[in-house]
């Protein structure tokens, strides 16, 4: 599968982004995805997953009731909703894919084979 993350952008303190993940290919619904980030000097880290039939979800404690992850197998299209957003919210936003997670929901870049590029979120205090 093939992902292309989309929607990053430079937004003010407190503002709202909404980042797309693309995938190519059929069967999207065995595909669990997450979100993982990236800024300059620091850990990749991960952001939020959803397991392939997108009943379970999985945060880091710091995005709890910031952000939400869906996913519309229908458009083979995962999101990242984005609120409240904080100046330490800055980095590179990637989307990964992992195959025959139906129920799972992982918060491990590991355990994800397929990746997208970046897409980079800025957000200026």
């Known amino acids: 599968v093939q992902l292309q993350a989309s929607g990053g952008g430079l937004v003010q303190a407190g503002g709202s982004l909404r980042l797309s993940c693309a995938a190519s290919?059929?069967?999207?619904?065995?595909?669990?995805m997450g979100w993982f980030r990236q800024a300059p000097g620091k850990e990749r880290e991960f952001v939020a997953a959803?397991?392939?039939?997108?009943?379970?979800?999985y945060y880091a404690d710091s995005m709890k009731g910031r952000f939400t992850i869906s996913k519309d197998n229908a458009k083979n299209t995962a999101y990242l909703q984005m609120n409240t957003l904080k100046p330490e919210d800055t980095a590179v936003y990637s989307c990964?894919?992992?195959?025959?997670?139906?129920?799972?929901?992982?918060?491990?870049?590991?355990?994800?084979?397929?990746w997208g590029q970046g897409t980079q979120v800025t957000v200026s205090s």
């Open positions: 990964a894919a992992r195959q025959g997670s139906y129920y799972y929901a992982s918060g491990f870049a590991h355990e994800y084979a397929y």
């Open positions: 290919g059929r069967a999207f619904s065995r595909y669990a």
């Open positions: 959803i397991s392939g039939s997108g009943s379970n979800t």
